[in-house]
């Protein structure tokens, strides 16, 4: 009698899957291709529980496919260059690609001894010359359709260190190293032109029916398409303009100044004599904050005049131009006409600075009774104490009065289209994504600076441009590549003239921009991969990952797409078919109610739980479930589950706990719970197989609990078939199986050869959930092949139904027994079995039957007198 003993299946199974090749792709076949995919980690070093659920989602949709006689291509890679690496060189001078191998090594191993079933022959790291060989390719690709191009851009300066900064390298406006406060300056950096692309980006959302509806709005929010208005402003004493992007055309009559963005050109031209020193200081000082400080909610919108003024074409009066820190110079055409009546962040700037504040909409109500066909519209006054931002009737503006706003709109577009000073215009809020980073860990960028011929190239011939690994580190100086002068000087490709390497590198999300398509085609050394590869195996039908990349990296992939497509490499529009955001796992952890959401965790291991406090302070604690993380202390160890229930457990409970897109809540009993039910299972099988009852007699006429147990068998196929198709439903489906697994404990015909279909369907059934125990158990029953290469079994609808029915017998509405009857009897018959049974015999005895009540399917209710 042998027991269900973990440790002692799970390897010995990962090892013989991995020499039969149960994971590899199949050839291209006549079989349907199924690309399920996890969002690649980052070998940051262990795995956590999150990176955990992520991948036994993806790969029980791999096995479960497999089953269902798809071609699946299910690979694992690494998402390798970044910051950490970086700053581990700098911090204790490890060299990054040391550190990084490193860990890919540990997390690797991690990995394989969850059982996922992953082509590791398409293994990549992003930070291998022989993948960014093909980062760099497609930067030149970019820079060919000139969709990369170099402008100045403001960056995070630390003064003391003379370095740029990641933003995640600025802690409270200081440098994470030097503690410097760290300044903004303009550098030349690189950008791709993802603005070309927002007007698709935006409309193929729609094609995406298998993407939650809350990521796309996410992404269309990011996009943020506005339809307005191009306005023109002359201004007073020359002939230059200043245009402006508008929303609120209909507000036209109500601008009281022009605001201007510090940056913007034209600030210089428009200053007086007698502003320009406050001016100027002025604008040092916003142009040092951030986008955020800038346009924080709370913030107070400070501002200064410039002395100059402009004409509003539509009234001829002058208004004042001012510089204000709340207009971005990055958006519309970094000018804005001032509206304080009808917008609430130029209602506070005008109340602060004491500009004037003119009405010209209000409510449809307000002017109900007014006649605006008059030859001379009435001049109405109204004020109120906030700025009135609905649309509404226009009042006060000249020919457009009593017009409502949409009406408004347009007519006033239309004539500033006819008089030459303005027209309609489409707006995005996206802005081209800037590409350069000043650090060594990254994709160098493939060009060359020459004097004579400008940016030059790196022919293909000589790519990959490598990382050299002679470099110091000391955070210090800029990029270590700035200082490495045998790698920074090079002959121009084109012209032989001594001539620099650009020694920016990429941003880490171009290399996750792109790696599902190396995937198809991991090891081509010749091509970037071969396009009929990827047009077989691509999109993604399943894409599984963090709700954290909804926005960019699943933005970026999908620009990256377009523009293959348009190169001619790819014949589809969308990377990802469906996307599944997995919820995060919680842990139990202790809070300090008293402090702030910052500082109030404290670690599980500090605290006893007998009298839970605060150990600095000694104030009672609560227990609360947490996102698992470092700083909480509340994380729980993979290793530790698996090496105390195994991973098949590990697997169960987190595919029982909650539905993949819901938070899970980490819950030891519960653990527990599923470890008991793996070992009911391995009883019942080996149960069965050790009885050893021959079950050959193929009788067909079924007894009544041979028919009860199919029943249950095909309901059991037929749910967990459902639960598992495009919802996911991995929590019901485990549920499933336990009602089949408790059905075949309660079979009365252990004996029959119904009992050995259930048996086989339940470990068929339970393969992709927990497959380890459902390979030992499948070979303990005598097979020689594989769990994982059976066909996912087909339910009879024929089986389903019940052939007979529990009929409830009442006698004046008082249930008094039940019969069983069969499913398919009629009313008239139902009546018939009710009076014939011995419930309603004995209950009725002697009386008389007035009334009979059936309710088909469900009871009989006599009424007698
Ligand atoms: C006048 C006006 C009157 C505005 C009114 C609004 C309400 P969205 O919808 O986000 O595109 N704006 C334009 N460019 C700006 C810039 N560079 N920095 C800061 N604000 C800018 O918003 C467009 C509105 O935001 C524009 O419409 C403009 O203010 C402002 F009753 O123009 B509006
Ligand atoms: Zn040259």
């Not at 299946?9 to 991995?18: A, L």
């Not at 089953?67 to 950490?84: E, I, K, S």
């Not at 540990?106 to 590791?120: E, F, K, P, V």
């Not at 935006?202 to 029916?209: G, P, R, V």
Request: proline residues 6%; contains cysteine.
């Amino acid at each position: 009698d042998s027991r269900y003993i973990p440790a002692e299946i799970e390897e010995k199974w990962q090892k013989t899957w991995t020499e039969q090749g149960l994971d590899k792709t199949p050839k291209n076949s006549n079989k349907p291709k199924f690309y399920a995919l996890s969002m690649f980690p980052y070998p940051s070093g262990s795995l956590h529980m999150g990176h955990v659920r992520n991948y036994t989602i993806t790969d029980v949709i791999a096995r479960l496919k497999r089953m269902q006689g798809y071609r699946v291509l299910h690979p694992m890679g690494w998402d390798a260059f970044g910051l950490p690496a970086e700053n581990a060189a700098i911090d204790r001078g490890v060299p990054p690609a040391k550190w990084t191998y490193q860990n890919i090594a540990q997390m690797r191993q991690q990995l394989q001894r969850l059982g996922l079933s992953i082509d590791w022959d398409r293994e990549i790291a992003t930070c291998s010359p022989d993948y960014y060989k093909w980062t760099q390719w497609i930067f030149l690709q970019f820079l060919q359709a000139g969709l990369a191009y170099q402008k100045e851009a403001a960056v995070n300066w630390d003064p003391v260190d003379q370095t740029v900064l990641a933003n995640e390298q600025v802690i409270d406006g200081r440098s994470w190293r030097s503690g410097a406060i760290v300044e903004r300056k303009l550098l030349r950096q690189w950008f791709f032109k993802i603005t070309d692309y927002a007007e698709e980006l935006l409309n193929d959302l729609d094609k995406l029916t298998g993407w939650p509806e809350r990521v796309k709005l996410m992404q269309a929010n990011w996009i943020g398409k506005s339809t307005g208005a191009y306005l023109e402003f002359a201004i007073v004493g020359s002939d230059e303009k200043i245009g402006v992007y508008t929303t609120r055309p209909d507000t036209v009559y109500g601008v009281s100044y022009l605001v201007l963005a510090p940056e913007h050109p034209l600030t210089q031209r428009v200053t007086t004599k007698e502003q320009k020193a406050a001016v100027e200081a002025f604008i040092k000082e916003v142009t040092n904050q951030s986008e955020l400080e800038r346009t924080a909610e709370d913030k107070p919108k400070r501002g200064i005049p410039t002395g100059g003024k402009a004409i509003n074409p539509f009234t001829g009066e002058e208004v004042p131009i001012w510089i204000a820190d709340y207009v971005l110079y990055e958006y519309g055409t970094g000018a804005v006409m001032g509206v304080p009546a009808h917008d609430a962040r130029d209602f506070k700037f005008a109340n602060n600075y004491n500009l004037p504040i003119e009405f010209v909409i209000v409510e449809p109500e307000a002017v109900a009774d007014v006649d605006f066909q008059q030859e001379e519209p009435p001049l109405i006054m109204i004020d109120y104490d906030s700025a009135y931002t609905e649309s509404g009737i226009l009042i006060n503006s000249g020919p457009f009065s009593g017009m409502n706003s949409t009406d408004a709109k347009q007519a006033i577009v239309k004539f500033a289209e006819e008089q030459g000073f303005g027209k309609l215009r489409v707006q995005y809020r996206l802005r081209d994504w800037l590409i350069s980073r000043q650090r060594y860990w990254g994709t160098p960028i493939p060009v060359i600076h020459c004097p004579n011929c400008g940016i030059v190239p790196v022919p293909d011939k000589d790519l990959p441009v490598q990382l050299p690994e002679e470099v110091e580190f000391t955070g210090r100086g800029g990029s270590p590549l700035t200082q490495l002068e045998s790698w920074v000087n090079v002959p121009c490709p084109t012209c032989g003239t001594p001539a620099k390497r650009e020694t920016d590198t990429m941003d880490t999300f171009i290399d996750s921009s792109w790696y599902f398509l190396r995937f198809t085609d991991a090891k081509n050394e010749q091509q970037v991969f071969d396009s009929s590869k990827t047009n077989d195996l691509m999109p993604v039908d399943q894409y599984v990952g963090g709700i954290e990349h909804a926005i960019l990296h699943l933005l970026y992939s999908r620009f990256f797409t377009k523009v293959l497509r348009d190169r001619g490499l790819l014949n589809f529009d969308e990377p990802f078919q469906r996307l599944l955001t997995q919820g995060m796992v919680q842990g139990l952890t202790y809070v300090n109610p008293n402090k702030s959401d910052k500082d109030k965790w404290v670690a599980f291991n500090l605290v006893d739980p007998a009298d839970p406090r605060d150990p600095k302070t000694g104030e009672p604690l609560q227990l609360v479930y947490a996102t698992m993380s470092k700083s909480k202390g509340n994380g729980v160890a993979p290793e530790e589950v698996i090496a105390k229930y195994g991973v098949d457990t590990a697997r169960m409970f987190i595919l029982f706990k909650a539905p993949p897109e819901k938070d899970l809540e980490w819950d030891e009993a519960d653990v527990e719970g599923q470890f008991r039910f793996l070992n009911r299972v391995w009883r019942l099988v080996t149960d069965y197989i050790t009885a050893g009852v021959s079950r050959e007699n193929a009788n067909s006429d079924l007894t009544k609990s041979e028919k009860d147990l199919r029943r249950a068998i095909h309901t059991a196929i037929k749910a967990v078939s459902e639960d598992v198709e495009d919802e996911y439903q991995f929590n019901t489906a485990v549920s499933e199986l336990m009602k089949l697994s408790n059905a075949l404990t309660d079979a009365n015909c252990k004996d029959s050869p119904i009992y050995a279909e259930g048996i086989q369907t339940l470990v068929v059934l339970l393969a992709p959930f927990a497959p380890h125990i459902a390979e030992e158990l499948w070979h303990l029953m005598g097979k020689s092949d594989s769990v994982h290469t059976q066909t996912w079994p087909a339910f009879d609808d024929a089986a389903l139904v019940a052939d007979e029915i529990t009929l409830v017998i009442q006698v004046m509405g008082k249930t008094r027994g039940a019969i069983q009857v069969p499913a398919q009897a009629d009313k008239a018959a139902l009546e018939r079995y009710a009076r014939e049974s011995e419930v309603a015999q004995r209950h009725i005895e002697g009386k008389e039957i007035k009334k009979v009540i059936v309710v088909p399917g469900k009871l009989v209710n006599f009424v007698v007198g």
